[in-house]
């Protein structure tokens, strides 16, 4: 019986020999691969970096095509001397189906996001300001319960 643990005994040194060195080139093969990801990282940085300089040239060189072209026909560059105004909107149609909306949802209360996610075409514009008539018509009815940056909007 003895031989038999002592035969037992020497194959589990042996097996955790084995496992370690296999845990040893595990751990090898992982500190490798990191290595080389962050090589790849750096030079794809360093990539990045040089088409971003690359690109501010070009962009500087059509510039300067642009404006030859513009001198040599003697016409003016509309698009970098004078900004295209923007159409002003007329948000009278979206007020009226807010209010409908709001009507429907009785007893519940908006914040402005709420509402901008419920009309993307209020992108943009402060809700407050928009709403500013219907609140004094008492159409609109405000909640600053919880201070005037958590305001809540309701009828």
């Known amino acids: 019986m003895q031989t038999i643990r002592k035969a037992r005994q020497g194959t589990t040194l ?27 990282l750096e030079s794809l940085e360093q990539v990045k970096a040089n088409i971003s ?5 070009l962009k500087h060189q059509l510039e300067q095509v642009e404006n030859a072209i513009a001198t040599i026909t003697g016409s003016k560059r509309a698009s970098a001397s004078q900004p ?17 909306w709001l009507e429907s949802q009785n007893g519940k ?8 996610k419920e009309f993307p075409e209020l992108e943009g514009v402060q809700i407050s300001m928009f709403l500013r008539a219907l609140t004094q018509a ?18």
């Open 138 to 155: 008492g159409t609109v009815k405000t909640d600053a319960s919880e201070g005037n940056r958590r305001m809540k909007y309701f009828v």
């Open 53 to 57: 300089d690359r690109m501010e040239e």
């Open 14 to 40: 042996t097996d955790n020999a084995v496992a370690k060195k296999v845990m040893e080139e595990i751990q090898k093969i992982e500190a490798e691969a990191k290595q080389k990801k962050l090589e790849q």
């Open 84 to 100: 295209q105004k923007r159409t002003r909107r007329d948000l009278n149609e979206v007020r009226e189906r807010m209010v409908r």
């Open 109 to 116: 209360k908006f914040m402005a996001g709420d509402l901008i």
